[in-house]
């Protein structure tokens, strides 16, 4: 397993950025689709000129795609996460390297694996009604399949915490794991959750470097 790419989504304040990059997370993600960890285009960007050595993700969904690539420039994004319906004809549209949300046990989940052509594929919970942030885990396993059919890079959300990250890493192999709920209390980002889920993970890397 290569170095894990760590992502810390839903991020809203200045104290929960600074808990991300001083950690050594490797993406930071702002939520522009309705949700309770939504932040303004305004916020995002005072937040985005005070991050530097970690890379910017905003996710949506199903927004217009100028709507799109406006706030991705706005906020000087280096990726867009797309966690809806969007096409992929939708995605190549967009004006910064792609993460496509797929949400595992969906209607046409397996079809969509080999319809995209984004830089990242980011396997998430499906539950009904919603587009993510569930906090619902999936069964990891299905990670084999998704790489035998598809050479893009995976990345995992869905439950994932610094008590149970660990063992997604022994169990299969991906790119990158992407938390929310997982670092909050009471809805919340907790810096200190933040910095544990981070810890283990690169604890994790070297325990598999090591064996």
């Not at 995209?116 to 999936?138: A, E």
């Not at 299905?142 to 997604?168: C, M, T």
């Amino acid at each position: 397993m290569s170095r894990i790419i760590i992502k810390i989504c839903g991020i809203k304040t200045a104290s929960a950025a600074a808990a991300v990059t001083e950690g050594g997370a490797d993406l930071v993600g702002f939520v522009f689709a309705p949700s309770r960890r939504r932040i303004s285009v305004t916020d995002a960007q005072a937040l985005a000129l005070t991050l530097s050595g970690i890379a910017k993700v905003g996710v949506f969904v199903n927004e217009k795609i100028s709507r799109v690539n406006e706030i991705a420039h706005l906020c000087n994004l280096d990726y867009v996460q797309l966690s809806g319906d969007e096409s992929a004809a939708y995605c190549r549209q967009v004006n910064r390297p792609v993460i496509k949300a797929l949400q595992v046990g969906k209607v046409g989940f397996w079809d969509k694996i080999t319809n995209y052509k984004v830089r990242y594929l980011l396997l998430d919970t499906f539950v009904p009604g919603s587009y993510g942030g569930t906090g619902k885990v999936f069964d990891w396993q299905i990670i084999e399949q998704v790489r035998s059919i598809s050479d893009i890079p995976v990345f995992i959300a869905g439950g994932l915490k610094a008590e149970n990250v660990a063992l997604a890493m022994a169990k299969t192999d991906f790119q990158g794991v992407d938390v929310s709920g997982g670092v909050e209390t009471a809805g919340e980002k907790d810096p200190a959750k933040i910095l544990a889920f981070i810890q283990v993970v690169r604890k994790a890397e070297r325990v598999r470097k090591n064996a």
